[in-house]
């Protein structure tokens, strides 16, 4: 597939999806001997270009970063308008009962539905994911985000408390005003339908930055937004984390920042929302144990492992199971069933529907894996029994691939079990007693996800319950359902998402309100 050519053809078409609608596509622009599309940020509901003129080429992954759009480089100046747009349309918005603000999520949905396959095309090209199992499911699932929020937006209430006759006291559910939020590459569709879905619905307005490395699927889901939204409450800006990101997070006009990404960045976050004292939800990296009990070496849980370790995002997830217990009874038979599964991945082409696994991001991602390998490689000890370092030639060479990998006889620590590698590396630890894997499993800074595989399921929620991270899953390896908490425990962040308590505690605040009735 042309992918260059499919993906320009896709962005002209976004002018004609609505004809009240300005065109979001402005300027065309040649880079490196390629016609390409500038994509405008939205201000306002209104397609718009930095002030300064600076744009960012956007490229294929799958072709070494072959560029195939431009998007503006936002600046401090261009994030001030958009806060200021969002503060102001914040004063009317608020006054919005939520559950007509849950009718416009529901009709969100319904056009994100309709629209799916677009979105997935443009998610495949621009992150490298591969379309059948990783991209097409993520563009489905935004939809479900915008529907669960639409459907508990009623739930936007406070309570009465029982202080006694000569008084009536309740609580109100109140948005916090404008939210600065900024996503990462890795799944920016879904994560970007997160932070719209959850701080709109409760109220608020949005700022949110895309990353810069994969900005146009984003892009689009504003545009969707923006034609249900009134003009303003849903901002979208595309720039470098270190201009337009720190200037969001700076912004005097900003009263909440919701951030998803590494945990140094989230550190820096952290830093600039002291610094006002701003709300701040993070969720941040992840280094996931997988423990894995005798009576479970079975093909049901190996498909398991392959699916927690999301091997088919090429391990860039922060909920990744890169760090696999492995008891030693079933050590040699497990490995031999993991690996014969994961040979039957196909990696190449993100937009091949036979394709399970696609490119890495972007060069900086690929020379950090390579280095993470090439680390494990030479720890004494190590058995590498699947993969390694990238091959050299054919045509996995022409974009960001790394096969999977699999590093076992390892220690807990080493640095590839430590790190967050963010690519397609597993690495095996064998283990002998319960109490010595779960010293293991929690040892370890971070504390976002954790996989527990046992047929006793006593034990297994014993482990469970033991284990240090904000989300588990028992005898299951699939991502994250809307409806039910998801965040970090330690260095994997703080506050919660997919829920409606996660929207409740994270993008309203609770007014209290005494009244004498003597």
Known sequence: MDSVGSISRLLRSYSTARPDNPPLIGVETVTTERQVQLV???????????????????????HRNRPIAEVPRALAEDVDAAVQTAHHAFQSWRRVTPRERGRIMLRIADAMDAGFEEIAVLIATETGNALAPQSRPEAK??????????????????????????????????????????????????????????????GN??????????????????????????????NVLTGYGEEAGAALAVHPLVRKLSFTGSTEIGKSIMHAAADRIVPVSLELGGKSPVVVYPDSDNDTVVQGVVAGMRFTRQGQSCTAGSRLFLHESIHDSFLEKLVAKLQTLKVGDPLDESTDMGSLINQKQFDRVCNYIEDGMG?????????????QDGPLTEGWYVTPTV??????????AREEIFGPVLVVVPWSGEEEVIRMANDSHYGLAAYVWCQNIKQALNAAHQIDSGWIQVNRGLGQIPGHSYGGFKMSGMGREFSLEGMLDSFTQRKSVTVNLA
């Open 40 to 62: 405008p940020m939205l201000v306002g509901g209104e397609p718009t270009l930095a002030k300064a003129g600076g744009t960012i080429t956007v490229g294929n992954p799958a």
């Open 141 to 202: 699932g935004t939809a479900e985000v915008f529907r669960y929020f639409g459907g508990v937006a009623g739930e936007l209430k406070g309570e009465t408390v029982p202080l006694g006759e000569d008084l009536l006291v309740y609580t109100r559910r109140e948005p916090i005003g404008v939210v600065g939020g900024i996503i990462p590459w890795n799944s920016p569709v879904l994560l970007g339908a997160l932070k719209i879905a959850m701080s709109i619905t409760a």
């Open 205 to 234: 307005t949005l700022v949110l930055k895309a990353a810069e490395d994969a900005p146009l699927a984003v892009l689009r889901m504003g545009q969707v937004c923006n034609e249900y939204l009134p003009a303003g409450v849903l």
């Open 379 to 391: 720890q004494s000890g190590a058995e590498i029994v699947l993969g390694g370092m990238p091959p």
């Open 407 to 416: 590093i076992t006889r390892a220690t807990n620590d080493w640095r590839v």
